[in-house]
């Protein structure tokens, strides 16, 4: 069978004169997929979205989202998705419940069910006004917002900084059940936890580049060991990549008194792909 794809990327490039944005970015996710993208602060994540949304002009490449190019058919995908930004910003005044009616009214639909039940989910007070409201209630609000049409593609950026533990894992229960129902869903994040845990593919970024894109599975497979010993009386930390056996042989003449091996943080795993990228 033939794969369909919700988001198509080719050669995506957009430069800001002498600081980078995305270089050559090709990438494709599939329909149903829970894809994260992933990245440290100022790798190219959020250009990459609001490129696919058009909100940003894109200088090469071209891009498609649901089988629509996104340059040609900017207003059509838009009625498709659900987007949540990284800053979750609404007129300070309006109460939550009134932002929430406009953002629906903004697409002609009655989504009053859909909001009922993910402010009930999410714990939002739609009595407060904007102003009056932490950075985590607003990003609360913010996925009511892109959440309460059925949209058949989500596109979050950064959703869950802000959130507290519990609002966090509530946000994926959500997200999963969405895409039980169909909906696919394209998050970027830099928390490498969320991702590993929740996501099905994931392509990683660094400096506007993309320098991998696999399954989550395949992607945190290593042969590297983290290593704690105590070596000739001194305290040594290490993420071994070699042969084993090869590193026993270098301890000869050497006095251990401790060692332990296992396997590496999820964030030295990912280390390894920019440090390759690097060389």
């Known amino acids: 069978m033939e794969k369909e794809y919700a988001i198509t990327v080719h050669n995506l490039t957009k430069t800001y004169g002498r600081k980078r944005g995305i270089i050559n970015l090709t990438m494709e996710v599939e329909k149903g997929d829970i894809f994260g993208f ?10 990459t979205i609001r490129s696919l949304l058009g909100l940003i002009k894109f200088q090469q490449g071209n891009a498609s989202i649901l089988g629509m190019e996104v340059k040609k058919h900017h207003d059509r995908i838009l009625k498709k998705i659900g987007y949540m930004p990284s800053e979750a910003m609404f007129y300070p005044s309006m109460k939550v419940k009134d932002v929430i009616q406009f953002a629906a009214d903004m697409r ?6 859909e909001a009922s039940m993910l402010c009930e989910r999410l714990l939002v007070d739609t009595e407060k006004r904007i102003e009056e409201l932490s ?11 892109a959440m309460q049409h059925k949209p058949e593609l989500f596109i979050f950026d950064e959703p869950t900084s802000g959130l507290d533990p519990l609002m966090q894992a509530e946000f994926f229960k959500l997200i999963i059940e969405y895409n039980k129902q169909g909906t696919t869903c394209f998050l970027s994040s830099h928390v490498l936890s969320e991702i590993k845990k929740y996501c099905k593919h994931a392509a990683i970024i660094r400096e506007g580049k993309l320098i991998r894109s696999d399954t989550v599975e395949n992607l945190t497979k290593t042969n590297a060991k983290r290593i704690h010993m105590i070596k000739d009386g001194v305290e040594e930390n290490m993420v071994y990549r070699g042969n084993l056996n090869e590193l026993f042989a270098s301890f000869a003449g050497h006095d251990i008194e401790d060692i332990v091996i296992e396997e590496p943080e999820l964030d030295e795993i990912f280390m390894h792909y920019y440090e390759e990228e690097q060389v």
Do not use: W
């Open 135 to 145: 950075l985590g209630n607003r990003k609360k609000v913010s996925i009511v917002c």
């Open 38 to 47: 992933l990245g440290p602060n100022g790798a190219g994540k959020s250009t």
């Open 108 to 113: 002609n639909m009655d989504c009053k069910q």
